[in-house]
């Protein structure tokens, strides 16, 4: 089976702008969860969608939002980019309540 | 989630094996030990995961205590590209799918 996939690998973005992610998960896999990467905060939850529905919802504000389509990819979007917004965003995907497995990452440089 | 407890850094020879230990001495009883790894700047790469007896698999061996408050990963013969930081992870199979990451073992293999 093919892995997680994530588009675009590599973003540069200015502030104020705003971004969109996207996420495919292993076929088969109905949750995707996001997760971001920064050097001083490590890898912290944002979300989990399951059946196009969120789930769980991490400590992220507002500007930070995900979908999950019908055919269980996923995109999220960050508006009003800031400067600390740049991280490495890594999307995961399970059939459900079992092993997650990663996907490459999408790194988002916020200038 | 129960808290995890690792070293922040560990070296380990070429060849030899490579014992990463973890405490999770308030694990619940329905709460797994998972192992991720990632490699610098890629996603987490799921390694394996237990609830009470030992596990084996291609990549590694999972040794988890009688009383389940901590456990020992082992590679058993390290190479160069096993350099990278070892997440040790608490879970519980039905309470969501949300992973909580602490900072890691960052492991070091040298030739």
């Known amino acids: 089976k093919a892995g997680v996939t994530q588009t675009p690998r590599y973003l540069i973005k200015t502030r104020g702008q705003q971004v969109t992610l996207s996420c495919s998960p292993i076929?088969?896999?109905?949750?995707v969860s996001w997760y971001q990467q920064t050097p001083g905060q490590g890898l912290q939850f944002l979300f989990e969608?399951?059946?196009?529905?969120?789930?769980n919802k991490g400590n992220f504000p507002g500007r930070f939002s995900g979908r999950q389509f019908s055919n269980s990819r996923s995109e999220m979007n960050v508006s009003t980019l800031e400067l600390g917004d740049s991280a490495l965003y890594l999307c995961?995907?399970?059939?459900?309540?079992?092993?997650?497995?990663f996907g490459p990452g999408t790194r988002l440089l916020v200038l | 989630d129960a808290k995890t407890t690792q070293p922040p850094s560990m070296d380990c020879a070429e060849g030899r094996a490579a014992n990463l230990p973890c405490n999770h001495s308030?694990?619940?009883?329905?709460?797994?030990v998972y192992w991720y790894r990632q490699i610098h700047s890629q996603g987490p790469q799921y390694i394996i995961h237990?609830?009470?007896n030992n596990e084996t698999n291609e990549m590694a061996s999972l040794i988890i205590t009688e009383d389940r408050k901590s456990s020992t990963l082992i590679l058993p013969h390290a190479t160069l590209r096993d350099t990278a930081v070892y997440y040790c992870?608490?879970?519980?199979?039905?309470?969501?799918?949300?992973?909580?990451f602490g900072g890691g073992t960052r492991l070091m293999v040298k030739p």
């Open positions: 308030t694990i619940s009883g329905n709460e797994y």
């Open positions: 076929s088969g896999h109905r949750s």
């Open positions: 237990g609830l009470k």
């Open positions: 992870i608490v879970r519980a199979n039905n309470a969501g799918n949300m992973l909580t």
């Open positions: 995961a995907s399970m059939v459900d309540q079992e092993t997650q497995y």
């Open positions: 969608y399951f059946s196009e529905t969120q789930r």
